[in-house]
């Protein structure tokens, strides 16, 4: 089902935009080897003065502005689940966080967060648990395995998974909250620290409706936009389908970079130049100064980038759609891997293409 939007400045433009930037020439040169709350017309409050909201007419017109009153969960405190458990205790949210490293877990605790022992303990005495791991195999493990967020999950409770994972994960996940009586919602996110450090992040939802209304207010602390996109696996699949096309335009951008410098063009000058253009889009204009100066400060780590293109290629594989660019895409963030960039951002991707150069000069 189609979403229809509610009004956000610009969005046809970021869209064409995306869609644009993913046309680009870029040639696989590499080888393939609760409870609902009644839903208001308008927007919410955002938390910067300058940002709107964005959501989709399937979410029944909600009112985010109705204050979640339970006691809230987190697990997992890397690059971006730390800022989003610290904007919801900023905003008076009551907080238990667990991380398997537990220094990770002080500076939240130094906000107001309480700290539980195990992912069980955090579900059991919170009424919405959010985990957000690093891959599907963390996933897994903390939301079924030994001391898992399953375990301490009942009727009346909620667990909402924002990690990117693939959709089979998020299915096997949904099945055993469900069988504990308890709601699941998928909710990844499109974006990456900045975002989630400044609560506008895109949240891709899917699974009990009951409970997408129920925190909702808490993704509006986390958001600035929120799309509710029907049965578990689709928030999945819309994620992965998104990061597929980021990771493609980035690799493009890689290449356009360097031909400028090899054919005697200044590159921040194309930097500029196509942050004007028609394929503008914020990657570019974020990415391209430091990408200039050989710098990759950690916002999303290539390894995650790789992992999200490598889902992807699956769940294309499982509807015989064929994606050449993003499959070549791929190799490319895989021989960056074997570089020991798998740490820095995922625009270190370039640094592939500049080894690539000169083993054939």
């Not at 409770?157 to 994960?169: E, F, L």
């Not at 999200?308 to 021989?335: F, M, W």
């Amino acid at each position: 089902m189609p979403s229809t939007l509610l009004a956000k400045p610009n969005i046809n433009n970021l869209l064409s935009s995306t869609a644009m930037a993913l046309c680009s020439a870029f040639c696989p040169r590499i080888s393939a080897n609760f409870r609902p709350k009644p839903f208001s017309s308008s927007p919410s409050k955002p938390l910067l003065s300058l940002s709107f909201k964005v959501f989709s007419s399937q979410a029944t017109d909600a009112s985010s502005q109705d204050k979640f009153s339970g006691r809230v969960g987190f697990l997992g405190l890397g690059i971006m689940g730390s800022p989003m458990a610290q904007n919801l205790i900023k905003a008076g949210c009551d907080v238990i966080v667990w991380n398997r490293t537990k220094s990770k877990c002080d500076p939240l605790i130094s906000l107001g967060a309480k700290y539980s022992s195990s992912p069980e303990e955090v579900a059991a005495n919170c009424d919405v648990t959010f985990a957000m791991l690093a891959d599907p195999e963390s996933a897994i493990d903390v939301a079924c395995g030994k001391n898992g967020a399953v375990s301490g999950m009942g009727p009346g409770k909620g667990y909402v998974d924002i990690s990117t994972v693939d959709v089979a994960t998020s299915k096997l996940i949904n099945e055993h909250i469900k069988a504990r009586g308890a709601l699941f919602l998928e909710a990844p996110v499109s974006g990456s620290k900045k975002p989630a450090e400044d609560g506008q992040l895109i949240f891709l939802t899917a699974g009990d409706r009951s409970l997408y209304e129920l925190v909702s207010p808490l993704l509006d602390i986390l958001g600035k936009s929120r799309f509710y996109l029907g049965e578990v696996g689709n928030g999945a699949a819309m994620k992965l389908v998104v990061n597929m096309i980021m990771g493609s335009m980035m690799a493009s951008f890689s290449e356009g970079i360097l031909l400028s410098k090899k054919v005697g063009l200044d590159p921040s000058v194309l930097v500029e130049v196509v942050s004007q253009g028609a394929i503008s889009a914020p990657m570019y204009s974020l990415k391209g100064p430091s990408m200039v100066k050989s710098q990759y400060p950690t916002a999303f780590p290539l390894k995650h980038q790789q992992k999200d293109l490598r889902l992807a290629l699956g769940l294309a594989e499982s509807v015989s759609q064929s994606t050449p660019i993003a499959a070549a895409a791929n190799e490319l963030y895989k021989v960056a891997k074997s570089y020991g960039l798998s740490d820095e951002d995922f625009s270190a991707v370039i640094e592939a293409l500049k080894a690539k150069s000169q083993d054939t000069a």
